[in-house]
């Protein structure tokens, strides 16, 4: 038997697909009588404008691209409603394609609202800082939105494993412990970064180029993970230049345990501080979890955690006298 659909369902599935087409095809629409017949699309580095495109195709092209991402989200939902594990990273190209029709047409209709030619149209100016800040946030939003009513829709939750046992580790012996983590996601969104900012610089946008190109830089130093546990802490590495280094003392750990993070439990993939809690997210399944005082957390996905966490509390006994 089919179950009804909920308000939170209603609101992912028709409410904000419906707000994303209205949203990309209401600039043009109030403004149609106060915009030329051709609307500059393209802006050179001085703000000139260097290409248009006919008003009524620009309507179609942000109706098509926000209907698109708004039937990816109904589709989602729909599938979410008879396989309830399915992972709410899927809604992001929906809500991707309906924020990026909204916030351009936004950008297009006021730069071209009032004037006799396309040629005179103003430079986008804070219409950019919209579109290149908008779309994202509100990817962000959606996304993160999504992943917390993930878990309402029907999906799975983060399984914890337990604490791990001891090593059994007395005296003056000693261990070291060096875990690592790949990601699978984050060289293709670095290339793909790297490329698409390289377009754009020479096409002239080198403020969208730097942009991408800082996304790229960032995406390589999550591509892998090194964590190293001893007598002194616990240290993490980043990327393949081993960069920036993270250490948190042996002090600051009141212990450690082995989980297991389902692939959409957390919502995100990469790095997050939020609220005394922090974690290092590079795919789901096995991972470290450390308590730290303060009452705060850090999570890092790394092989062999178990036998990680078995080490840190063995130390933290040994220095508790224990």
Not at 39 to 60: I, Q
Not at 124 to 153: E, F, K, N
Not at 155 to 173: C, D, E, F
Request: charged share 15%.
């Amino acid at each position: 038997m089919r179950r009804p659909a909920s308000w939170k369902a209603v609101t992912l599935g028709v409410i904000v697909p419906c707000a994303l087409v209205l949203a990309a095809a209401l600039p043009v629409l109030v403004g149609w009588s106060a915009l030329p017949a051709r609307l500059a699309d393209h802006w050179g580095v001085g703000g000139t404008p260097n290409g248009s495109v006919p008003r009524a195709r620009e309507l179609g092209i942000v109706l098509l691209e926000s209907l698109v991402g708004a039937a990816l989200m109904a589709s989602w939902v729909a599938r979410h409603r008879r396989r309830p594990s399915l992972s709410p990273w899927l809604l992001v190209p929906g809500v991707l394609l309906g924020a990026t029709a909204a916030t351009g047409s936004l950008v297009v209709t006021t730069a071209n609202l009032n004037v006799g030619t396309w040629r005179e149209a103003r430079g986008p100016g804070a219409g950019v800082m919209v579109a290149l800040l908008g779309a994202p946030l509100l990817l962000a939003g959606g996304a993160l939105i999504a992943a917390r009513w993930h878990r309402h829709l029907g999906g799975n939750k983060t399984r914890r494993v337990g604490p791990a046992p001891s090593l059994g580790l007395h005296g003056a012996q000693r261990a070291l412990w060096v875990g690592t983590a790949r990601s699978r996601w984050a060289l293709p969104v670095a290339l793909g970064a790297l490329g698409a900012g390289t377009l754009a610089g020479l096409s002239g946008n080198w403020l969208l180029g730097a942009l991408l190109w800082v996304v790229a830089l960032g995406s390589v130093e999550l591509t892998s993970v090194r964590a190293l546990a001893s007598a002194s802490g616990v240290s993490v590495t980043y990327g393949p230049l081993r960069w920036p280094r993270q250490h948190i003392a042996l002090d600051q750990i009141t212990g450690a345990e082995s989980t297991e993070v389902s692939p959409v439990s957390w919502g995100y993939r990469g790095s997050l501080r939020l609220f005394g809690r922090a974690a290092v997210i590079l795919r789901g399944g096995e991972a470290l979890r450390l308590d730290l005082v303060g009452h705060r957390s850090f999570l890092l996905t790394v092989d062999d955690a178990a036998i990680a966490a078995a080490l840190i509390n063995d130390e933290i006994g040994r220095a508790g006298g224990t």
